[in-house]
């Protein structure tokens, strides 16, 4: 197969193969600057909110339930394979290339599997449990509030959007969403491993 179909070149200059992903693949680098210039909610926001900006704060609130290296790392599989919105990404399937007898998977399990690799490149387990999950709605809740449009009754979010966090979220600039999802990897890390 064509390497190019498959492979994604990363800011540092890495090239990341989709299908086949490998720990040597990945760096927290092009995870920062990625999530940094990834806007959520594919941009509907009423300012850039990126996705580096939601996990970090996400990492940050302690009165938010989960490990914060693995909150802050949550969405990491979506530097290689973008933010897809929910509602597509639950009906998105990837063909076998190579393979046309085999039948299409679920994006969902490509997601996966790299974010599974990302975990062994960086010595986490990224593994999405029921407290990520409900800080991650939490946040959601806040997001809603803090940063989309008011939407007509009867429009249902998908999850509960009821029971934000406290405080206001105040959208950061792409570059220092990169650096404060840096720190606070780099902090999390030494608390972590004393290195």
């Given at each position: ?28 680098e092009d995870i ?78 490509f997601e996966a ?83």
């Amino acid at each position: 197969m064509n390497k190019s179909i498959n492979h994604i070149a990363t800011f540092t200059g890495k090239s990341f193969d989709l299908l086949n992903p490998e720990p040597e693949m990945v760096c927290i680098e092009d995870i920062a600057r990625s999530l940094a210039y990834q806007c959520r909610y594919t941009g509907h926001t009423r300012k850039f909110y990126s996705v580096a900006q939601h996990c970090a704060l996400m990492a940050m609130n302690e009165d938010l339930p989960g490990d914060p290296m693995v909150k802050l790392l949550h969405d990491a599989a979506e530097t290689y394979i973008g933010d897809i919105a929910k509602p597509w990404k639950n009906l998105l399937f990837v063909g076998n290339f190579g393979a046309p007898h085999l039948p299409a998977v679920p994006v969902k399990v490509f997601e996966a599997k790299i974010q599974d690799v990302i975990g062994l490149a960086l010595g986490v387990a990224l593994s999405h449990s029921a407290e990520v999950k409900e800080s991650d709605i939490r946040m959601m809740a806040t997001e809603v509030r803090d940063l989309m449009p008011v939407m007509p009754p009867g429009f249902v979010w998908g999850v509960d959007v009821s029971n934000p966090v406290e405080e206001t979220i105040i959208p950061w600039l792409p570059d220092a969403s990169e650096q404060i999802f840096l720190a606070v990897y780099q902090m999390l890390k030494l608390k972590r491993t004393g290195v």
